[in-house]
């Protein structure tokens, strides 16, 4: 279980009175015609139970001492059993014609998931960055800002599935650097950017660099983005590569299509994967979405389970909004290639299945 100080409660309360004091005075320059200020962000909590793995800790005594945690897939997020928290998010903003900033500040165990290689003293921030429109076409971004990678975010107000798929949890969360956004027409954009190693969001601590780029192609109907990554991540000269495709379509004025496609390596040890999010709208409130993801890990070693390991996840989630606050019941059954799982009588087996009810309130 992860330990909430009490100084970062105290530095939460801080935190949300200056929010609510900043929003006042917002409102007020609003009014007077100033320049566009904003504050969003969302909190959300859940409930998990697994129908055939563990749900509570279990623990035996016979010679040694074993413990067993209760199950959960080996992805991001939404996985503590029975009723759980997720993170409180707040985002500040400013934008004018040729500058802005974005302060992104997330509390809770979701968001420490978010910063763990982040220091204790600043582990609220996911996001932090400025930039300078030098004009229609060309900006520039310094900071820190989740990444470009993947069909999934941090956000659960912006992803439909609640819980996270393998290539989602594997990849980056976020980069620090430089980059540039070109816009060359109403469709198509570019991105190059120069950035610490993944993840290290305060600082550089190794002196290495990684690279990305981004071509993305948009209309009114869908959008697609073909997503690069290389640099040394650590003190040894293996530079980590990853290939990324992630792409959607209204298909009809009901259905929704979305696809992300993956390949990750690190001198042999990685992953590539791919998977397809079907979405129909049922009514005004309520849609039903598939995640249906393939998940395979290198022969020389992976990040997951382990080596030329394979996993299914199949994620069946309704979402179902009523005002600012979403409901979103979801039934998981992920299916491995080895047996990494313990069913209720602490047997292993290679498949769990689960269900998650979230409330996600976005403001």
Request: no cysteine.
């Amino acid at each position: 279980m992860k330990v909430i100080t009490s100084s970062k409660l105290v530095k939460f309360i801080i935190l949300l009175t200056v929010t609510l004091t900043t929003s006042t005075l917002i409102a007020q320059e609003e009014e007077e015609g100033t320049p566009n200020f904003t504050i969003s962000g969302s909190v959300d909590a859940y409930f998990r139970t697994n129908f055939n793995g563990l749900n509570k800790s279990e623990e035996i005594v016979g010679g040694d001492e074993v413990s067993f945690t209760p199950a959960a897939p080996a992805s991001s997020f939404a996985n503590d059993p029975g009723f759980a928290i997720g993170m409180a998010n707040v985002i500040l903003g400013y934008e004018d014609d040729k500058v802005g900033f974005l302060a992104d500040l997330v509390f809770g165990p979701r968001g420490e998931d978010v910063v763990f290689l982040s220091q204790p003293s600043t582990n609220i921030v996911n996001q932090l960055y400025a930039y300078y429109k030098v004009n229609d076409n060309l900006k520039f971004t310094l900071g820190n800002w989740n990444t470009f990678l993947g069909y999934e975010v941090i956000s659960p107000v912006a992803n439909f599935n609640y819980s996270t798929s393998y290539m989602f949890s594997y990849g980056p969360f976020s980069h620090t650097g430089l980059k540039a956004d070109f816009s060359f027409d109403n469709n198509w954009t570019g991105m190059l950017a120069v950035m610490n190693p993944t993840d290290y969001t305060e600082f550089n601590p190794i002196g290495k660099y990684s690279f990305g780029a981004q071509l993305g192609y948009a209309n009114a109907s869908g959008s697609a983005y073909l997503n690069l990554i290389y640099g040394e991540q650590s003190l040894s000269d293996d530079a980590l590569f990853q290939i990324d495709l992630t792409t959607g379509w209204d298909l009809t004025e009901t259905f929704y299509l979305g696809f992300n496609g993956t390949y990750q390596d690190t001198d042999g040890v990685g992953f590539y994967g791919a998977a397809i999010y079907p979405q129909i709208a049922l009514s005004e409130s309520f849609d039903l979405g598939l995640r249906a993801e393939y998940f395979k890990e290198l022969e020389d070693g992976g990040p997951v389970y382990g080596a030329d390991v394979r996993s299914l996840d199949f994620t069946l989630t309704g979402s179902y909004i009523i005002g600012g606050l979403i409901l979103k019941p979801e039934l998981r059954l992920d299916s491995i290639s080895e047996d990494v799982f313990l069913d209720q009588d602490l047997q292993s087996t290679d498949n769990l299945s689960s269900f998650v009810l979230a409330a996600i309130y976005a403001f």
